[in-house]
């Protein structure tokens, strides 16, 4: 099973400005899932079939405009994401790209996990991306969190 990696080289540089846009998601989780890394890993393993295949799409629609694409079968690309912060209880992970920034940070407290998406626009092409990803972004957030109860 693939894992965040720990990055060797600079951190992440994000915007230094507030998000352009975020979410947040919070599900009870199981008591067994004990520190942040866990529960990433198995919400993002918990994609469901739909979402695998409108990955592929969204991999051949964009590869000509040279976004990433690599690894992005499944939740493929999301679990070897660079680590920006981690402690037991929060992990987050994140990726700067043409259009845009972003991190996922997944917090642990009280029997819950919270789940924050943060976008940082760095072209105009970052507005249309996540328009077209935004309804599937919170669809396979809300099945992937329920699979953590």
């Known amino acids: 099973m693939a894992e965040p990696v720990r990055m060797n080289g600079p951190q992440l540089r994000r915007p230094d400005r507030a998000p352009d846009w975020s979410d947040r998601h919070v599900a009870r989780i199981n008591p067994e ?3 942040a890394r866990s529960a990433y890993l ?4 918990g994609f469901p079939a739909w ?5 592929r799409l969204r ?16 939740g493929d690309l999301m679990a070897t994401l660079p680590v920006v912060h981690e402690s037991a209880d929060r992990l987050e992970v994140g990726l700067a790209d043409k259009h845009l920034t972003f991190t ?15 976008i940082w626009f760095n072209h105009w092409s970052g507005r249309l991306y996540l328009a ?11 099945h992937s969190l329920k699979g953590l109860a």
């Open 51 to 55: 979402a695998r295949v409108a990955l």
């Open 33 to 35: 899932i004990r520190d």
């Open 104 to 118: 996922i940070e997944t917090v642990l407290s009280g029997g819950r996990a919270a789940v924050t998406t943060r």
């Open 59 to 74: 991999n051949r629609i964009v590869a000509p405009f040279g976004l990433r694409t690599e690894g992005a079968e499944g």
């Open 42 to 45: 198995k919400a993002i393993h």
């Open 132 to 142: 077209a990803v935004l309804l599937p972004h919170k669809l396979i957030l809300r």
